[in-house]
């Protein structure tokens, strides 16, 4: 039974970036990627991107290209979010989601908080 | 970037039968969006309950389904129960590869 852990909340000043950890456990990498979705308070949720766990072939939404990165670690089964340049407007609710074709499993979100 | 359409809310009777759409601003919605449905609880992550237009995962209950209807994706609750109360939400693929979430729907079971 596939699970999703991710990284625990973060608070982040204007100006810099967050990395947010996805690790999923009894999952394979073979045709398989990893979503990431984030939701501001009382708003929609907001596709980020997706990763590719095989190839580490990355696709972005257009709003986020320029500041966002995937990546994984195909040692350690775990996936990276890297946001810079990070705004109040990023504040969020992140989630990644483990993907074998039907965006099959949630992890449980992790609070990026951005003040100064 | 192309907009995603859902009813902002709905109302179903405990047992009664209820369909949530998922309109695209680009036209009709085909089985080539790939159409998701996603429910989520307040507080909680959001759970995937059908994917691929129609298909279902393991854990989705047998009281929902999903459709094409009328140029949109559909989302049929059939008997709906108390725990179902939640925001529903869609999300298209497009050819792009960049998916697109709907604006989500609250349910509300009363």
């Known amino acids: 039974q596939i699970q999703v852990v991710q990284s625990g909340p973060e608070v982040k000043k204007p100006g810099t970036s967050v990395k947010v950890s996805c690790k999923a456990s009894?999952?394979?990498?073979?045709?398989?990627?990893m979503q990431w979705v984030r939701q501001a308070r009382g708003q929609r949720l907001e596709w980020i991107g997706w990763?590719?766990?095989?190839?580490?072939?990355?696709e972005y939404a257009q709003k986020f290209e320029e500041r966002v990165t995937l990546t994984r670690d195909v040692s350690t089964g775990t996936s990276y979010m890297e946001l810079r340049n990070l705004r109040s407007e990023d504040t969020a609710i992140y989630y990644c989601?483990?993907?074998?074709?039907?965006?099959?499993?949630w992890g449980q979100g992790t609070m990026v908080i951005v003040s100064s | 970037q192309a907009v995603v359409t859902q009813e902002p809310s709905l109302t179903v009777s405990p047992g009664g039968t209820v369909t949530l759409t998922c309109g695209s601003s680009?036209?009709?919605?085909?089985?080539?969006?790939?159409s998701y449905w996603f429910q989520q609880k307040p507080g909680q992550a959001p759970t995937t309950l059908i994917f691929?237009?129609?298909k279902k995962h393991s854990w989705t209950p047998a009281r929902f389904s999903g459709s094409l209807v009328g140029g949109k994706a559909a989302l049929t609750l059939s008997g709906a129960r108390p725990e179902d109360e939640a925001d529903y939400y869609c999300?298209?693929?497009?050819?792009?590869?960049?998916?697109?979430f709907g604006g989500g729907t609250k349910l509300t079971v009363l």
């Open positions: 680009t036209g009709a919605v085909t089985s080539g969006h790939y």
């Open positions: 990763i590719v766990l095989g190839s580490g072939k990355t």
């Open positions: 009894a999952f394979t990498f073979s045709n398989s990627a």
């Open positions: 989601a483990a993907d074998k074709g039907g965006f099959d499993v």
């Open positions: 999300l298209l693929s497009y050819s792009s590869a960049r998916p697109v």
């Open positions: 691929d237009t129609r």
